[in-house]
């Protein structure tokens, strides 16, 4: 059974960076598209970042687009999101989450299958 842990949340002050990290256990994990999604209080849940199983191409939320870095390194079977110029809309719980395998970019929550147990980012202004 694949498990997925993020971490690297935390206070930050406007404007600041954080890097999360997720770490998938199990087999395969280059083999899937991974994603980052995000939830405020009240709110649904929503995309911020995916990439591709191949670590070729990536898509983002209008929101994060060119603040927030998607990557992956499949040797130590771990994604990262690199959030800079952090704001107090970036609040939230942020998950990551597998994709299909061997499959596109999507930002439709119902795609991913497997998802971790979620990592607070506050941002105080």
């Known amino acids: 059974q694949v498990q997925l842990a993020e971490s690297g949340g935390g206070l930050v002050q406007a404007g600041g960076s954080l890097r999360l990290s997720c770490a998938a256990s199990?087999?395969?994990?280059?083999?899937?598209?991974m994603g980052w999604f995000r939830q405020a209080p009240g709110k649904e849940r929503e995309f911020v970042a995916a990439i591709r199983w191949s670590g070729d191409s990536t898509s983002y939320a209008d929101s994060v687009k060119g603040r927030f870095i998607i990557s992956r390194d499949n040797a130590k079977n771990t994604v990262y999101l690199q959030m800079n110029s952090l704001n107090h809309e970036d609040t939230a719980v942020y998950y990551c989450a597998r994709g299909p395998r061997f499959g596109g970019l999507s930002k439709y929550p119902t795609v991913y299958d497997v998802w971790g147990q979620g990592t607070q980012v506050t941002v105080s202004s």
């Open positions: 199990g087999r395969s994990f280059s083999t899937y598209t």
